[in-house]
């Protein structure tokens, strides 16, 4: 059964920094790619970041140059830095899993929610002026 965790989230001023995490179970690592998610009130989904299962990565512009995503593969967790933050990254943040395609290269990743099937249940970001 694959479970995703999510923390690290939390208030700070902008400018400043945080890094979430996602700790996992339940499946081989390797074998899925990887991405984070927001969602603010009254906002659609958005796809941040997302990473392959050889570790390519794929950002959003809104966070190009700001957040980066990594994987440990020693301990199976995913992770999001996330520096220069502004009020308008304020939102819950999720991460999500899927298993990728034996078709599919191992650079392969998505930024749509609708291409994932497992979710962590979140950690809100909220990021003052």
């Known amino acids: 059964q694959v479970q995703l965790v999510e923390s690290g989230g939390g208030s700070v001023q902008a400018g400043r920094s945080l890094r979430l995490s996602c700790a996992t179970s339940?499946?081989?690592?390797?074998?899925?790619?990887m991405g984070w998610f927001r969602q603010g009130p009254g906002t659609e989904r958005e796809g941040v970041a997302c990473?392959?299962?050889?570790?390519?990565?794929s950002y959003a512009d809104s966070v190009q140059g700001r957040f980066t995503i990594f994987r440990d593969h020693a301990d199976d967790t995913l992770y999001l830095q996330m520096d220069k933050l502004k009020p308008e990254d304020t939102a819950m943040y999720y991460c999500?899993?899927?298993?990728?395609?034996?078709?599919?290269?191992?650079?392969?990743?998505?930024?749509?929610?609708?291409?994932?099937?497992?979710w962590g249940q979140g950690t809100q970001v909220t990021v003052s002026s």
């Open positions: 999500a899993a899927r298993r990728r395609s034996p078709y599919t290269s191992s650079w392969y990743c998505s930024r749509r929610s609708s291409n994932f099937d497992n």
């Open positions: 990473v392959g299962s050889d570790d390519s990565a």
């Open positions: 339940g499946f081989t690592f390797s074998d899925y790619y």
